[in-house]
Structure formats: C-alpha cells, structure tokens
C-alpha cells in the first residue's frame, strides 16, 4: 500500500532583494524589485508501508521545504502530496494523526516540565483514552526506555535522552509513518547507535514506514534500504544503496607531500595509459603538497602511489574518503 | 466541549511552566502594574489641571479609559501569543503547531500565556469607581452596567481581531513587531482619550482602518453622552463582528503562505 506520494512537488520562495546604501531597510521594504527562488522543483516520490526511506541531499537541496510540503507545514506552489490518501495540506488535522514528526533541532516537548507531562497533553490532544495511553506508553518504553528520565524537566536532558523523549512523543499517537529531519544531529558516537538502533526496532518490529533526512552515512548505510537523492529542489536518484555506491564508485582523495616540488599542475592527468573512469587527475597543488582524486573502484591506491613516485620521492601520504553528499553533488 | 478542556489544560500547563521562574514571573507581574498605575496617574493629572477636555470631565474619561484597558489587558491574557506573533513566524516555532491535531488558531492561542491578573485589577478598579462615580451624581443609568459589560465583550473582540489581522500580515512581510505598535500600541494610547480632540483623518483611521475607537469612544457616546442614540450598541456588535470575520479571513489566506524557516 501506498503511504506517501507526492507528485510535481513544487515549491517557490519569493523574496524582496535587499537593497544597499542609505536608508536600506526603508527601500527594501518598498522594493518592487523580487526574486524567486525555487527550492524544490516537481518532485515525485512515493513510499510503500513499511519502507525505510532515506532522503539525502546537500545542505539547501531543499530537503526541509519537501519534508515540510510532506507534513502539511508549508503549502506546495504546484503539485500535491497524499498522506494514507489524504492531503496535508487539505486535511492537515487528520494528517497530523497520522504522522509523526521529529525534527533534531527543534523539539516539540514542553521544556521547562517533565518529560511524562508533555505525553499527558499530547495523548489529550490526540484524544487518547487512560488505557490507550498507558498501553502506548509501555510499547515505547519497550524501546526507548524511558522511564528513567521521564520526571526530570526536558531542559535538563541530554541530547540523546531528549531525542528518545522526542520520538516517543511523536509515536504517542500510534502514528503508521514517522518522518524524521536529522534525528542524530550533534550527537556523540555511543547515543548515535542507540537512537539507530530504536530506529530498526521501530521499522522491524512495529511496522512503521519511516523517512529519514540525515548528514550522517552510517545512518543511511545503517538504516535504509533505499535512498532518495536531491539536489537544488530535484531529484537525482532513486533506489538502494547498493546501486548508489556503484553509480559513485568510491571516490578518493590522496594527499602526498614530495620531498621536494614537483612539475606537477592542478588539473593534470597522470598515468595517461588509464581509462576515463579510472583517471587519477591532481586537484590541488600547495608547495610540497599534492592532493589527486581518484575512483578506488577502479584504480587503488598503491597505484596511485606508483604513478605518483614518478614525479619525485614521497616523504608523506594521507588517504581521505570524502563527505558522501559532497560526492553526490559534484557527481550529478 | 473537548477543544476547551485541552485549551483550559494547555493554560493550566504554561502557567506551571511560567512558575519554573517564579522571581521572573514576580517581578514582570509587579513591573506592570506599577506601569499601567503610572500611565492612568499621568492622564488624571493632565485631566485634573483641565478639569474638563471639551466638555468630558475627569470620571468619563476614565470610564473611556477604564473599557479601553479592561479590554487590552483581556486580549491580552489570551491573546498573547497573536499580540507577540513574530518569534513564530522567524524562528519557526509554528512548525510544532501545524503537526498538531488542533484547530491552528487555537494551537497558537494555547502556546502561550501572560498572567494579566494585576493589570486586570487596575483596569477594573478605574472603570469601577468612574462608573460609581457617573451613577452617583445621575449621568448614566442602572442600564450602564451590562451595556459596560457588553463592550468589554466587543472592545476585546476588536483588539483581537486587529492583533489577529497584525499577526496575520506577518505571513508576507515576516516581521509585525514595527506594525504592531502601529495597530496595538499608538491606536491604544490615542483612543484612551475622546476621538472628538483629533482631527479628521485620525478619527476617520480610528473608526474605519484600525477600529479601535468603537471600543470605547462610539459606545460611551450612547451610554455616557447620550448624544448618540441606541443603535451604536448594535454598530459595535457589527463592527466587532466584521473586523473578526475580516481578520479570520487574512489569517486564513495567510497560512497558506507561511514560509517557515530553514534549518
């Protein structure tokens, strides 16, 4: 069954451009001149029951302004988005039952009361009864466990408590698909998996379809057996991880720094005899140190050592794998 | 009704949460009734100088600005969060609000509480003792009592409806805080006294842009003055009712162009 679609998704942003020089606030404000800005350009995607869907993309790929178009917060420009078949924006009460929504920078618990006291409003708000709360309640702690923080007010929690505190209140309602936007952000290694793991339990155990926005790899890699690519509002893969890596490769910088300067140039090819897709190409040049990329699928990196030593003696090597959205941008 | 009892838990809620800073609450709750004090003494030592501003005494005055602040500080005790609209819309704390399964205006409503308690007395206290007054020496009737009453009702409405629509223009400009002391807090000082001192185009704002002087100065003009008859009750009424379906209208198209925040 369908859980989420969205089809022609569209959103654009129309801003006033500030103007300089004197009086500038006064000017802007009754500026004609406008610009629009498109954040996510007919976008089209679909989420069955029980996925977990992992939605990536740079920073301003537009992925909040889509997950906010999801939950009903913003109204598309074009296109629409059906939720269980209904539409968020239409019916965003009846939506808002059906979904769950956390957001890691922002939290929806009352931050100065303790963290059961926020389940108490919530479960009155979505109209829970004693019994239908209490049993929710006790599914939770099966995997949040929750019960040992739940008396101290949520400002004093820490950053992993308050996240677990965080998805249980958006699970209160029993909710079939939970919506994360960087659930992990700013967290240490150990609370990291900790959350990840109440993620599996969640998608494994109880069924809930879950899409996931996140920076951090091991998340994807962890969690999600498909990925949705965007970058600039629009879609740019769509499908597992697997397939992903292939179309990728692993691409790789090696840093070397020579004994003494070489004749080497940014943007040299090196080891002419190599195919296109495994060129090694020099992509930065400072003093002694070269810095080339290359794929690893296709080409290691003691060749690349080798073809490197033909230009003078090696006093260092470093190998670094980069940021993974980096590489997904630049690729498309 | 179910919304009330999750509206009355909601206040119930922010107030304990208030109470977490229990010196803070002391000392903002003190501050301001020591400045609504201050602002009433100022005028009724102007008034008292004058004795009389174009034929309103000193006690008419107060019962204008009695109605006026009773229904400001209303508005404000349940209206806070629509008078204090932009942190909302810049920091995007609407967001929460859209993901719940309530009516979004009434969300907004229930985020946010001021306690009004002591600028509420101090208001009373004036409208109480002018209208004792204006019943002592026989201007005004028994039949003063609920027609005050009543415009309390409506001044508060008005108030929310221009604190509504204020908030509601936000959703295009984003920042209200520079309105709002245009539509709230000048048009609030202005109509404190009779709209009959201004000139032409500041009656004519007050009565037809930013209603506020249907609060107090149309009204008072049947039940204090009498020189108006009494179909100014029901021309209250209406424009209460219009400037709400007005301002319900604004907010309704507004949300829709809610832009949020990036993250």
């Known amino acids: ?332 | 009704m179910n919304w009330l009892r999750i509206s009355w838990m909601l206040y119930k809620i922010n107030v304990r949460a208030r109470m977490q800073y229990r010196l803070s609450f002391l000392l903002t709750t003190l501050l301001a009734s020591v400045v609504t004090v201050a602002e009433f003494l100022g005028l009724a030592v102007v008034l008292h100088a004058f004795g009389a501003i174009r034929g309103w005494n000193v006690w008419e005055i107060g019962y204008l600005y009695g109605v006026l602040m009773t229904a400001k500080y209303l508005y404000r005790g349940f209206g806070s969060a629509v008078n204090n609209f932009e942190p909302y819309l810049v920091n995007g704390q609407l967001d929460q609000l859209l993901l719940r399964p309530m009516p979004l205006l009434l969300s907004v409503l229930t985020s946010r509480t001021r306690m009004i308690g002591g600028e509420l007395l101090q208001s009373l206290t004036v409208l109480g003792v002018c209208i004792g007054k204006l019943l002592g020496d026989g201007t005004v009737g028994w039949t003063a009592i609920p027609a005050t009453l009543l415009i309390v009702c409506t001044g508060t409405v008005i108030m929310f409806a221009v604190g509504l629509a204020t908030a509601a223009i936000g959703f295009w400009t984003t920042r209200t805080e520079d309105l709002s002391v245009l539509t709230d807090n000048a048009s609030t000082t202005a109509c404190q006294l009779p709209l009959s001192l201004f000139p032409d185009w500041l009656r004519t704002l007050l009565l037809a842009v930013i209603p506020f002087g249907f609060i107090n100065y149309v009204p008072a003009m049947f039940i204090v003055k009498a020189e108006w008859g009494w179909w100014t009750i029901p021309a209250t009424a209406a424009v209460a009712a219009l400037s709400m379906a007005a301002a319900l209208g604004l907010w309704r198209v507004g949300v829709r162009k809610y832009q949020s925040t990036g993250t």
């Open chain 1, 1 to 332: 069954m369908t859980m989420l679609q969205a089809t022609g998704l569209t959103k654009t942003f129309v801003t006033t451009v500030p103007k300089e020089g004197k009086l500038k606030a006064v000017r802007t404000l009754f500026s004609r001149e406008r610009k629009t800005v498109t954040a996510v350009k007919s976008l089209d995607m679909r989420v069955k029951e029980g996925e977990f869907v992992g939605f990536i993309g740079p920073n301003g790929a537009g992925k909040s302004t889509t997950i906010k178009m999801l939950c009903g917060i913003l109204h598309p420009s074009a296109g629409e988005v059906k939720i269980a078949g209904l539409s968020p924006q239409r019916d965003r009460r009846r939506v808002a039952r059906r979904i769950g929504v956390v957001f890691g920078q922002r939290s929806q618990l009352w931050w100065d009361l303790p963290l059961k006291d926020s389940f108490d409003i919530l479960a009155a708000m979505f109209r829970l009864g004693a019994q239908e709360k209490e049993r929710q309640l006790a599914k939770l702690e099966e995997v949040l466990q929750l019960r040992d923080f739940w008396d101290t007010p949520v400002r004093r929690l820490s950053l992993g408590q308050r996240m677990r505190g965080d998805l249980a209140a958006a699970l209160l309602h029993d909710p079939a698909l939970l919506v994360l936007d960087e659930p992990t952000i700013g967290m240490d290694a150990t609370a990291k998996r900790q959350i990840r793991d109440h993620l599996k339990l969640l998608n494994a155990e109880f069924g809930k379809t879950v899409l996931l926005t996140t920076h951090d790899m091991d998340d994807i890699e962890t969690l999600c057996e498909r990925v949705i690519v965007i970058s600039r509002g629009e879609m740019l893969y769509d499908g597992g991880l697997a397939k992903l890596r292939e179309r990728i490769g692993l691409p790789t910088t090696v840093r070397v720094t020579f004994a003494a300067e070489t004749r080497l140039a940014p943007g040299m090819r090196i080891g002419g005899s190599l195919s296109a897709a495994s060129e090694v190409r020099v992509v930065d040049i400072q003093g002694r140190e070269v810095a080339v990329g290359c794929n690893r699928a296709q080409v290691g990196v003691m060749e690349v050592l080798r073809l490197l030593s033909e230009w003078g003696d090696i006093a260092d090597v470093h190998v670094e794998e980069p940021d993974f959205e980096d590489i997904v941008s630049r690729i498309y």
